[in-house]
């Protein structure tokens, strides 16, 4: 079974969308929360979608959609939604995970993105 993936698109001044094309595939895992550091890496929370056997990762993409690094949950935990903090706490990332209700900060050298 194929799973999921990120796909993007080009997007013109007039708002309009062209030229989709996978940016990266999972086939085990699904694509849920993902979040951006000030260098354009996109960050990404994967999991299986079920509670048994439980299984997720984060995967970190530069912007040509090479993976940059993949950062393990703690066992048992499947990641949910990811978001840097602010301010002082700009260099760390917050994880949320799914079924067990958990919020996790994992300290990185990179700065989050903010859009205004």
Do not use: C
């Amino acid at each position: 079974m194929k799973l999921g993936g990120i796909v993007v698109y080009d997007l013109n001044s007039d708002g309009n969308i062209s030229n989709g094309r996978v940016f990266h595939r999972d086939d085990e895992l699904v694509a849920d929360g993902m979040t951006l550091d000030t260098e354009e890496n996109l960050y990404i929370a994967l999991h299986n979608g079920s509670r048994q056997p439980p299984r997720g990762e984060i995967v970190v993409l530069n912007p040509a959609g090479e993976v940059l690094a993949k950062i393990a949950p703690p066992e048992g935990l499947r990641p949910g939604n990811l978001g840097f903090g602010r301010g002082s706490d700009a260099t760390s990332l917050y994880m949320t995970t799914l079924f067990q209700w958990r919020l996790y900060r994992i300290k990185t050298v990179r700065r989050g993105h903010y859009f205004e």
